[in-house]
Every structure is written in structure tokens, then in C-alpha cells.
């Protein structure tokens, strides 16, 4: 049983919007920096966007900025990334993932706790 269940992915035109979820059964997502990576074929998994869990500071990969937008719902257990104005470049498959404080300088190796992932396709 994965911790983190991730869902929202699909294809999409160049231009189009996605919002991907992610939620957890065992964990209160309250509890943890939050962050979305991405794993496109022959690329290692890239830090995406983060949201800490005391300030909700956000934190974002410099291509994303202005485009992605990390929020959470602690009602609901579910942390969003909302995806605007896609790209091409923007393919990958998007993994959620639970840690101390997950920013920038986040590694995937450092984390783990993670999702199973979900497919985002962007046609040009």
C-alpha cells in the first residue's frame, strides 16, 4: 500500500491546465513539508515545487514559477499542484512526496516517503 496516492495526471495541449492531488490514508499530511517532483524518460527526478508545513511557504523550480502553484487543504488531507499555461517540456511523470522541508535544494535521495506517481503529457 503506497503512503502517498497521487491523481489528476492526463494529456493535455500545449497552453491547457492540470491539477494533480495528493493524498494519504496513514499519514496527516499536516505534519510534513510537502513537495512535487517530476521524472521525465532518461532524466533523473527534479524537484518540482514544495510547501512548508509550520509558515506554508512555497517554493518552486525556476521554469515552473508564475506557471505552478502548491497548495494544501489540511481538511481534506490532500495537497494540490495546480499546472497552467503546459508545456511540452512540462512531460513527466509528477510524484508527491513527504518530508521535513522540501525546497530547492531538495534531493530526491533524500526523501522517503513518496507516491506511486502520475503521467502528464503535454502536446505540442
Known amino acids: 500500500q503506497e503512503v502517498l496516492v497521487e491523481s489528476g495526471g492526463g494529456l493535455v495541449q500545449a497552453g491547457g491546465s492540470l491539477r494533480l492531488s495528493c493524498t494519504s490514508s496513514l499519514l496527516p499530511l499536516s505534519s510534513y513539508g510537502m513537495g512535487w517532483f517530476r521524472q521525465a524518460p532518461g532524466k533523473e527526478r527534479e524537484f518540482v515545487a514544495g510547501?512548508?508545513?509550520?509558515?506554508?511557504?512555497?517554493y518552486y523550480k525556476d521554469s515552473v514559477k508564475g506557471r505552478f502553484a502548491i497548495s494544501r487543504d489540511n481538511a481534506k488531507n490532500t495537497i494540490y499542484l495546480q499546472m497552467n499555461s503546459l508545456k511540452p517540456e512540462d512531460t513527466a511523470v509528477y510524484y508527491c512526496?513527504?518530508?521535513?522541508?522540501?525546497?530547492?535544494?531538495?534531493?530526491?535521495?533524500?526523501?522517503?516517503?513518496w507516491g506511486q506517481g502520475t503521467q502528464v503529457t503535454v502536446s505540442s
Open positions: 510547501i512548508a508545513y509550520t509558515s506554508g511557504s512555497t
Open positions: 512526496a513527504a518530508g521535513e522541508l522540501i525546497t530547492q535544494a531538495t534531493m530526491a535521495g533524500d526523501l522517503s516517503i
